[in-house]
């Protein structure tokens, strides 16, 4: 039986990300993957790439893709950031080498990974890379019918930092509710499970999120680490709002 770690939205906080793959560590799983914004808003995006380079597989995300490309529909400080990371990546240092590999793997990231009825997408499985899928969309029957038509039984989800399963019933089950574990196991059911943010958290919990996958059953982790390692890494950047460090503290 295989464990999946499924992270995602690490936004280049290294100090969550190391906290998690701790974690991870503990739950003797048999890969680790990643559902995309692996930099923008945080202080270490190369060490971030760095780490996740060595995981199964990544997917493109909105902000990893905008650190390549022009942003759009960013706000000011989301695009300063994003400025900034790109300056970072294109920064050689002592080793040219490293970042043209950073930047290579972020140009070869997919858009969508579909293993047999398992889907992973950063967005949505209509809009893969952009599109978001917040809680109160579950009341929205047209647009919830349309993403389920695209999703081959289970489609794993990230980009709005809030973690939790929809389900064809246009309920939204914050994890909270899951108990244990959320089953999979129903061959007649599909589902869309956003797995949370490693590195910016906005469900109101500060603590990482991200899930663990077995066939039949995912599970939720919430994990504790440093903020204030992060904020004082982006209160030293002139570059990044400081607000990208202290809504943190908050999830927000």
Request: contains cysteine; aromatic residues 8%.
């Amino acid at each position: 039986m295989t464990r999946t770690a499924i992270l995602s939205d690490i936004h280049g906080n290294l100090s969550a990300l190391e906290a998690v793959l701790a974690d991870v560590e503990s739950q003797k799983v048999d890969r680790i993957v990643c559902l995309g914004d692996v930099v923008g808003y945080g202080p270490e995006p190369c060490a971030c790439l760095d780490t996740v380079m060595g995981f199964d597989f990544c997917v493109l995300g909105n902000h990893d893709s905008s650190s390549l490309f022009d942003p759009e529909g960013f706000n000011v400080a989301a695009e300063q950031a994003i400025f900034w990371t790109r300056s970072q990546l294109e920064e050689t240092g002592d080793d040219p080498g490293a970042s043209r590999k950073r930047i290579e793997y972020l140009c070869a990231l997919p858009r969508t990974v579909r293993e047999d009825h398992w889907l992973f997408v950063h967005g949505s499985p209509r809009g893969p890379t952009n599109e978001y899928v917040f809680p109160e969309d579950a009341q929205n029957t047209k647009k919830m019918e349309k993403l389920f038509s695209l999703v081959p039984r289970v489609c794993f989800q990230g980009h709005t930092h809030v973690p939790g399963v929809f389900t064809m019933e246009q309920r939204f089950v914050r994890p909270a509710d899951t108990g244990t574990g959320y089953s999979l196991a129903d061959p007649n059911s599909k589902l869309m499970i956003n797995v949370g943010s490693v590195g910016q958290p906005r469900d109101g919990d500060p603590r990482s999120c991200y899930a663990i996958v077995e066939p039949d059953v995912v599970m939720f982790r919430r994990v504790e680490y440093d903020i204030e390692r992060t904020v004082q890494a982006i209160e030293k950047e002139a570059e990044l709002d400081n607000f990208l460090g202290y809504r943190l503290r908050e999830g927000r």
